[in-house]
């Protein structure tokens, strides 16, 4: 069965701090790693990974993934209180070549205090 | 239109009754997908639609869980007899359906509350 465990669970920190969030999986047929900004329904896109050690970066957000280790990170730089929520990271995985589901990690909860 | 739209955003009904949720993907994607999200937990795949089929249904949960898709473009989902277990976000994904690396795009959700 397809695993994805993110970590910390929950982060607090101060407005300007830099945070990393953590994602590790285990699946078959790995394809892709996403991540979402989840703030209060929709998840809404940040990064998609495919290929291991290039950086992925928009704005303040960046993401790298390990093939052969198996994780992928998202870095926050000069946090603010608008990055307050919840960061989920997805696996894509499969044989064929057609769309796949996206199995998912349970969150990061991220709160920023100004 | 712009972006996935879910209706109704709010549903509160009793135990046993009959639900349906609709999905509207964006405009010329012929993927769409069901997750459903309980309190504290990540997405769960209920089913995926390429077109007007059922490409994968596995995470349905039972067979009170149906979906359909009847022209390849809005998708509802439909609970029989709900059971208070049934209580969580329905989200609804939509993507271009070309396959390989492939974005999926979610809509605002469906909170189901059953009492």
């Known amino acids: 069965e397809d695993k994805v465990v993110q970590s910390p669970l929950s982060l607090v920190v101060h407005e300007g701090d830099t945070v990393t969030l953590n994602c590790s999986y285990e699946?078959?047929?790995?394809?892709?790693l996403l991540w979402y900004k989840q703030e209060k329904k929709a998840p809404t896109f940040l990064f998609m990974l495919?290929?291991?050690?290039i950086e992925k970066k928009s704005g303040r957000l960046s993401s790298i993934l390990d093939k052969k280790e198996l994780f992928s990170i998202l870095n926050i730089t000069a946090t603010q209180t608008g990055d307050s929520a919840i960061y989920l990271c997805a696996v894509e995985a499969g044989l064929g070549f057609g769309n796949e589901k996206l199995t998912f990690g349970t969150g990061t909860r991220l709160t920023i205090i100004p | 239109g712009a972006g996935v739209s879910q209706t109704p955003s709010n549903k509160v009904t009793e135990k046993g009754k009959y639900v349906e949720l609709r999905c509207d993907p964006i405009s010329g994607h012929t993927a769409l997908y069901w997750y459903r999200q309980s309190l504290g937990q990540g997405p769960e795949f209920l089913i995926y639609f390429q077109g007007t089929g059922a490409a994968d249904d596995s995470g349905l949960p039972n067979d009170r869980f149906f979906a359909v898709r009847p022209e390849g473009s809005v998708s509802t989902l439909k609970i029989q007899r709900t059971e208070r277990g049934d209580s969580a976000v329905y989200l609804c994904?939509?993507?271009?359906?070309?396959?390989?690396?492939?974005?999926?795009?979610f809509g605002p959700g469906t909170r189901l509350t059953v009492l």
């Open positions: 495919t290929s291991s050690g």
């Open positions: 699946v078959t047929n790995f394809r892709s």
């Open positions: 994904a939509s993507s271009s359906g070309r396959g390989g690396t492939d974005t999926q795009y």
